[in-house]
């Protein structure tokens, strides 16, 4: 199913956007809505291969795009992969941080490395890509956006890791969009539920009647697509959201605000 965007095309010409985690699932979502749109766009991911792959399903329908092999851990490699965009579209507008990793399991289960593992991937890695990036969006109007997820306000059993990478992300977002703010630097994140067609979403319900289950808690009950990513990216990306700064932007269908199963209105109603 593709969702119909409400928003009108061309929204983004003449805009460059960078993408960070982008060879497949969410990012790439996104990615490819932004090409759309009219931005050229460049992503990197640690797989040469894979974000070779990820630029062709834009290339392939015309859109100015390229991909860059670069480990969102490695400060260098991302501040390279910025300055090669540079190079080849001229100048950075907007800025999406993506990449993650996860696994479940609980504290007492989870090494030393795997924690450092997902805290350098998710908050490491989203700090190197704002941080580097600032040097080439240091303008009003640029727009610098990360993905978060819910674990990152609300504790979660066997998430312990991913809890605590994505909360420091919310505050890093918030911190960030304060002391750049007054450059005219807009910096947000975006926080996705259940998103359907999605390696997390495999993960946590496998089967039909676990997705059956988990629908039933979330107040819209069913989960989101990835273009209602990419549309919340888009609008956190232009003129409309000019006045929007800080923001942990909720895009999970009421998920976050609580075990929904019993929520239904009553007959008569």
């Not at 593709?2 to 060879?23: E, H, M, Q, R, Y």
């Not at 312990?160 to 807009?186: D, F, Q, S």
Request: with cysteine; charged share 20%; net charge neutral.
């Amino acid at each position: 199913m593709t969702l119909n965007s409400s928003l009108k095309d061309g929204l983004l010409a003449g805009k460059v956007a960078f993408v960070a985690g982008a060879s497949s699932g969410i990012n790439l979502g996104v990615a490819q809505r932004l090409a759309e749109q009219g931005a050229k766009v460049a992503v990197i991911s640690r797989s040469a291969e894979k974000i070779a792959a990820a630029a062709k399903t834009m290339t392939d329908k015309g859109y100015p795009a390229i991909g860059i092999a670069a480990d969102v851990r490695d400060y260098a490699a991302v501040d390279a992969a910025l300055a090669e965009t540079v190079k080849q579209f001229g100048k950075i507008d907007i800025v999406l941080s993506g990449a993650a990793g996860n696994f479940v399991a609980p504290a007492l289960g989870m090494s030393a490395n795997g924690f450092k593992t997902v805290v350098d991937i998710d908050l490491i890695g989203t700090f190197n890509v704002l941080r580097a990036c600032f040097q080439h969006l240091n303008r009003p109007g640029a727009s610098l956006v990360s993905i978060t997820a819910g674990q990152g306000e609300r504790p979660s059993m066997f998430q312990a890791h991913v809890c605590a990478a994505k909360a420091g992300i919310n505050m890093l977002t918030k911190c960030l969009a304060m002391e750049w703010g007054p450059a005219g630097v807009r910096v947000n994140a975006i926080s996705p539920g259940p998103i359907k067609e999605t390696e997390g979403m495999a993960r946590l319900a496998p089967t039909e009647q676990m997705e059956t289950a988990l629908k039933a808690r979330i107040p819209l009950r069913d989960y989101g697509e990835k273009a209602d990513i990419a549309e919340a990216v888009i609008y956190l990306s232009t003129e409309s959201a000019r006045y929007v700064n800080g923001v942990i932007l909720q895009v999970d269908g009421g998920s976050g605000l609580g075990d929904a199963t019993a929520n239904a209105i009553p007959d008569g109603f």
